[in-house]
């Protein structure tokens, strides 16, 4: 059945390093979302794009991450340089009709570790 | 800014006592989600609800929305060990950011 697919699963990397981590949403959804969870924070909205242009990242620090779409079939969400406080899971999810109400199928996760 | 708070945090049963958890938003919703994590796994979509005092049953579980579309609750009647994860809401604001604010989740855990 359709899922949304995340690489890498896993990621550990040592401060200062680039982190690129990629999403594949479902065939035929035009909104994709990006989530960090922590244990501290929970699921935080860092950003989303619709027929992939950025609708809102207000809440992704600007000046260490961003994220594209350069195509309907790739989310990329990048961290230059990664640091210790960016070690969480990060979830991609994508929906149907183009809205934040939309349901919104999740992908499995990458588990980011930054040493 | 809008937020979103889930009581309890936490909470242990015993299989078949029943649980509740309950989501309160800052701000008027124009619609809340609900979604389930498994230990390890990622959220599951459960449910929307949009109107007002809107009542949806899943099996065993009955979801809620306030009068007012500020509240809500998931109640599960007669808990099995398959129901043991981390319960979360999420709601949009009918005014201002249009993006979807999730609570901070209710972490059930059960004793077979």
């Known amino acids: 059945d359709a899922r949304v697919t995340q690489t890498p699963r896993d990621k550990v990397t040592e401060m200062g390093q680039e982190v690129t981590m990629r999403c594949q949403p479902i065939?035929?959804?035009?909104?994709v979302f990006w989530y960090r969870q922590t244990m501290m924070q929970g699921l935080e909205l860092l950003a989303y794009f619709r027929n992939r242009a950025p609708l809102d990242d207000s809440g992704m620090p600007k000046d260490r991450f961003s994220a594209e779409m350069p195509d309907a079939t790739l989310a990329t969400l990048k961290i230059q340089p990664s640091e210790p406080r960016d070690s969480a899971v990060y979830f991609c999810?994508?929906?149907?009709?183009?809205?934040?109400?939309?349901?919104?199928?999740f992908g499995p996760g990458t588990r980011l570790t930054v040493l | 800014g809008q937020q979103v708070m889930q009581i309890p945090q936490y909470q242990h049963v015993q299989e078949g006592e029943d649980f509740t958890t309950y989501c309160n938003s800052s701000?008027?919703?124009?619609?809340i989600q609900w979604y389930k994590q498994r230990p390890g796994g990622h959220p599951v979509f459960l449910i929307q609800l949009v109107k007002s005092g809107e009542v949806k049953k899943q099996k065993r579980l009955t979801f809620q929305f306030g009068e007012a579309k500020k509240n809500s609750s998931l109640h599960i009647t007669a808990t099995q060990t398959t129901d043991v994860g981390t319960y979360f809401c999420?709601?949009?604001?009918?005014?201002?950011?249009?993006?979807?604010?999730f609570g901070q989740g209710t972490r059930l855990t059960i004793n077979p």
């Open positions: 701000t008027t919703l124009s619609n």
């Open positions: 999420a709601g949009q604001a009918i005014q201002g950011a249009q993006k979807l604010v």
């Open positions: 999810a994508s929906g149907l009709t183009g809205g934040v109400t939309d349901t919104q199928y």
């Open positions: 065939l035929g959804h035009n909104t």
